[in-house]
């Protein structure tokens, strides 16, 4: 079986787990049964029989996602920060969580950690539009808290289900949440940022948070040399598709 199959394996036995915590979390809830749309009844009958498994759209899960209510966040939210840019991008930025600009705009990454963001970005030739931009976490916390692990756990099957939308060879997490959240690891921080980590086949380069850069901008360096990698493994791998396809 090559690769490709079993990564493809892999993704759907993952959402298949978490279709089954999420079905426990609503029967946590007290549901007790689910209407199913035939169209829904279709898919799942094709389920197992070889058909490509077709991959679910940003906005399907953002219509999904508007209307949660899996933490208490959604008590005080007014809106959900879902994510922006190239549905189709080949690099992601994933950062903790939404501010308070976040949370009225509806928008990842506003306000002066969204515009450090921009010149990172640019800095490495691209743009907002041409990468994918969105947060670990959907929607704020009251005052000036840390997300709760509760609260990411509640959001990261979103997270995942993105990831798998827009199909990324390469992510960018932003501060320690966004990597933690990933890479399932308790390391510090400051052993993970600055190399390439695996995930289900993506490289994904861990750099500071640009909130934190705000307060420390001597890590802008750090941060720098990070986006050098980056850029870099970018190029390259855009090089060899190209000469891959000729």
Known sequence: MDKGNLVKQELFAEAVEEISRYFAFLSD??????????????????WGHGKEIHAETLGAIYSELKSCRRCKLSENRNHVVFG?????????????????????????FTGKAGELLTKIIQAIELTRETVYICNAVKCMPSGERKFLPEEISACHVFLKRQIQAVKP???????????????????????????????????????????????????????WEDMKQLMAAYKNSTSVHKRSNQ
């Open 84 to 108: 922006e840019g190239d549905p189709h991008a080949r690099l992601m930025f994933i950062g903790e969580g939404p501010g308070s600009e976040g949370n009225e705009t509806g928008r990842p």
């Open 29 to 46: 809830m007290g549901c007790r049964g689910l209407d199913c749309s035939a169209g829904a009844l279709e898919i799942m009958e094709d």
């Open 169 to 223: 060879d390469f992510i960018c997490t932003l501060g320690s949440v966004a990597a933690a959240a990933l890479l399932k690891t308790s390391r510090p921080f400051d052993l993970l940022r600055g190399r390439f980590h695996n995930y289900n086949g993506i490289q994904i380069m861990p750099t500071y948070h640009p909130a934190f850069l705000i307060d420390n901008p001597e890590k802008k360096r750090e941060v």
